[in-house]
């Protein structure tokens, strides 16, 4: 299976930072990476495929960028609507698997 | 709008059979771009894709390795849903579980609202 692993775990920030959040894949998976939010008590929520296309009717804020194993989740100026917690996916090979979670808390 | 409703029981005893059924509306089960997908997620184990059924001119399943020998997901085409089935559960099955459509890319864009499954006597 191929192994998903996101740093940092979890991270405070202040509404109005720019956080980034990466995801490392154990082996290639070209643009084969989406990117979830989650809030407690609710599924996660498709803000990002294809590493970089960002799902409709998700805020411009929102973006990501990667190839191969390396990627990365931008929010720019984050708002106090996305303090949750982010998951990468791969969806190169079955089965598909997700990274660990990235926390963003209220500093 | 797609909207996908899980149904099914929030407690099942150890060795018995968990079943959980996901009606679709807004969509078909039997649509030849989606595929049709079951995830559960506990702390300890995270965010676990357990398999897939999806239709391309006959109905195919694929299921992780990890509960292959236990699990089975049907399509209902009469009743427009799909179903999970897991045998001999243990406590390690308790999680969330989550039905969810998957478009190109294996990108979940759709989720159910999610079932506590608890197992225990």
């Known amino acids: 299976d191929i192994q998903m692993t996101q740093s940092p775990s979890s991270l405070s920030a202040s509404v109005g930072d720019r956080v980034t959040i990466t995801c490392r894949a154990s082996q290639s998976i070209a643009n084969y990476l989406n990117w979830y939010q989650q809030k407690p008590g609710r599924a996660p929520n498709l803000l990002i495929y294809a590493a970089s296309s960002l799902q409709s009717g998700v805020p411009s804020r929102f973006s990501g960028s990667g190839s191969g194993i390396d990627f990365t989740l931008t929010i720019n100026s984050l708002q106090p609507e996305d303090f949750a917690t982010y998951y990468c996916?791969?969806?190169?090979?079955?089965?598909?698997?997700f990274g660990q979670g990235t926390k963003v808390e209220i500093k | 709008q797609v909207q996908l409703q899980q149904s099914g029981p929030g407690l099942v005893k150890p060795s018995q059979t968990l079943s959980l059924t996901c009606a679709i509306s807004g969509d078909s089960v039997s649509s030849n771009s989606v595929t049709w997908n079951w995830i559960r997620q506990s702390p300890s184990r995270g965010l676990e894709w357990l398999g897939r059924t999806y239709y391309r001119s006959k109905w195919y399943n694929e299921y992780a390795v990890s509960v292959k020998s236990r699990i089975t997901i049907n399509a209902d085409t009469s009743k427009n849903q799909f179903s999970l089935q897991l045998d001999s559960v243990t406590p390690e099955d308790t999680a969330v579980y989550y039905c969810?459509?998957?478009?190109?890319?294996?990108?979940?864009?759709?989720w159910g609202q999610g079932t506590l499954v608890t197992v225990s006597s």
């Open positions: 969810a459509r998957a478009l190109s890319y294996a990108r979940f864009d759709n």
């Open positions: 996916q791969q969806s190169h090979t079955t089965p598909w698997t």
